[in-house]
T-cell receptor, first 110, second 117 residues
Framework: GQQVMQIPQYQHVQEGEDFTTYCNSS?????IQWYKQRPGGHPVFLIQ?????EVKKQKRLTFQFGEAKKNSSLHITATQTTDVGTYFC??????????FGPGTRLSVLP | NAGVTQTPKFQVLKTGQSMTLQCAQD?????MYWYRQDPGMGLRLIYY???????DKGEVPNGYNVSRLNKREFSLRLESAAPSQTSVYFC????????????????FGAGSRLTVL
């Protein structure tokens, strides 16, 4: 079945540094969603990417969908302590439920 | 607007005991889901209900049963708890089934932390 992997598993950065997490699917995806989970919290939807090569920005966050629609990335510019949490990608294909990646846990040192 | 409400937030069980996790949403969503979250494993789908009156198995259904009581409520039951079921359980809902074209956004509850001794 479809598998979704994320790297790195953990990332520790100094506040102000940039951060990138990568999501890779074993199959071509219809679209992909990203969720953020704060420590002790629940996943919260961030964004959905649909088109090949699509790039979307939310303030300091940049999301990209690969040309082959098998990979995606989330880049955070100049991290802040409020960015702490685990970032999940969820790959989607028509007729199937989402498949979540294992997540990347981000720590930001002040 | 509460969104998705789960109870209880915490529960400790002994092996072999049974319990039910309750979930209710007030967003008039058609579809509801139960996920479990284990360290390093992401979110794995246990069961889902694409619409009122239907339920289907997800990725890891063994040891669980569900009931879609009405459009608002979706419960998860552990008939005979095992230590392997120690996890954080999340209920989620979406406007329509996530497998439909256009993919729907999931709204999650706060989670229920279950420990089985």
């Amino acid at each position: 079945g479809q598998q979704v992997m994320q790297i790195p598993q953990y990332q520790h950065v100094q506040e102000g540094e940039d951060f990138t997490t990568y999501c890779n699917s074993s199959t071509t995806l219809s679209n992909i969603q990203w969720y953020k989970q704060r420590p002790g919290g629940h996943p919260v939807f961030l964004i959905q990417l649909v088109k090949s090569g699509e790039v979307k920005k939310q303030k300091r966050l940049t999301f990209q969908f690969g040309e082959a629609k098998k990979n995606s990335s989330l880049h955070i510019t100049a991290t802040q302590t409020t960015d702490v949490g685990t970032y999940f990608c969820a790959g989607y294909n028509y007729g199937q439920n989402f498949v979540f990646g294992p997540g990347t846990r981000l720590s930001v040192l002040p | 607007n509460a969104g998705v409400t789960q109870t209880p937030k915490f529960q400790v069980l002994k092996t072999g005991q049974s319990m039910t996790l309750q979930c209710a949403q007030d967003m008039n969503h058609n579809s509801m889901y139960w996920y479990r979250q284990d360290p390093g494993m992401g979110l794995r789908l246990i069961y889902y209900s694409a619409s009122e009156g239907t339920t289907d198995k997800g990725e890891v259904p063994n040891g669980y049963n569900v009931s879609r009581l009405n459009k608002r409520e979706f419960s998860l039951r552990l008939e005979s708890a095992a230590p392997s079921q120690t996890s954080v359980y999340f209920c989620a809902s979406s406007e329509s089934w996530q497998g439909l074209f256009g993919a729907n956004v999931l709204t999650f509850g706060a989670g229920s932390r279950l420990t089985v001794l």
